[in-house]
Nanobody
Framework: QVQVVESGGGLVQAGGSLRLSCATS????????MDWYRQAPGKQREAVAG???????TYADSVKGRFTISTDNAKNTVYLQMTSLKPEDTAVYYCRTQAQTTRWGPSFSYWGQGTQVTVSS
């Protein structure tokens, strides 16, 4: 089994910062990529940032220059440093890990339970 657990959400004023963490554990052979998504009330889940095992990063246009994704590969942990937060960043943030549980098996997506980020104006 693979477990994905996010932490670090909370309430912050506009212009403030938060750092989210996401740790993946369990029967993992390799992690191919880790991503952050978010879902605001009444909206679809959207991709926020991603990082591959090779270190390639991608960001949604709405967060470029404000959010930074990084990893601690030894800990199978991905971080999302969020700065200059805006009320429209309010959402539940989800972590997705794309991992293989065996050397020759396929890569599957594993999701965390989400962490709430609320930005007050």
């Amino acid at each position: 089994q693979v477990q994905v657990v996010e932490s670090g959400g909370g309430l912050v004023q506009a212009g403030g910062s938060l750092r989210l963490s996401c740790a993946t554990s369990g029967s993992i052979f390799s992690i191919n990529a880790m991503d952050w998504y978010r879902q605001a009330p009444g909206k679809q889940r959207e991709a926020v940032a991603g990082i591959t095992s090779g270190g390639t990063t991608t960001y949604a246009d709405s967060v470029k220059g404000r959010f930074t994704i990084s990893t601690d590969n030894a800990k199978n942990t991905v971080y999302l440093q969020m700065t200059s937060l805006k009320p429209e960043d309010t959402a539940v943030y989800y972590c997705r890990t794309q991992a293989q549980t065996t050397r020759w098996g396929p890569s599957f997506s594993y999701w965390g339970q989400g962490t709430q980020v609320t930005v007050s104006s």
